[in-house]
């Protein structure tokens, strides 16, 4: 079974900080490609950044500066450092997992996702 299960998000001031977690389990974690992405009401899915089994980041540009993400193979997990929260960064997020199986298909997985609320 594959799973993908976030954690630590919630309610949180403007100017404030969370970091969200994603468990991975049921994939080979260290050759999967990592993201995060996030999606408010009656807005589209949306790239919040993403890590290669490498370790190579990128972020959409309404994040830079203020999010990190990163990964621990031990854990299999990868982590969002959310600092300098805005009302605007209010969505659901989710965990992507993205590598190649063993048949050389790309295999796609996505989390349930974490409620991220920031009030004014």
């Known amino acids: 079974q594959v799973q993908l299960v976030e954690s630590g998000g919630g309610l949180v001031q403007a100017g404030g900080s969370l970091r969200l977690s994603c468990e991975a389990s049921?994939?080979?974690?260290?050759?999967?490609?990592m993201g995060w992405y996030r999606q408010a009401p009656g807005k589209e899915r949306e790239l919040v950044a993403t890590?290669?089994?490498?370790?190579?980041?990128n972020y959409a540009d309404s994040v830079k500066g203020r999010f990190t993400i990163s990964r621990d193979s031990a854990k299999s997990t990868v982590y969002l450092q959310m600092n300098s929260l805005k009302p605007e960064d209010t969505a659901v997020y989710y965990c992507h997992a993205e590598l190649i199986n063993w048949r050389g298909r790309r295999d796609v997985y996505w989390g349930q996702g974490t409620q991220v609320t920031v009030s004014s």
């Open positions: 049921g994939i080979r974690f260290s050759f999967a490609d």
């Open positions: 890590i290669t089994s490498i370790g190579s980041t």
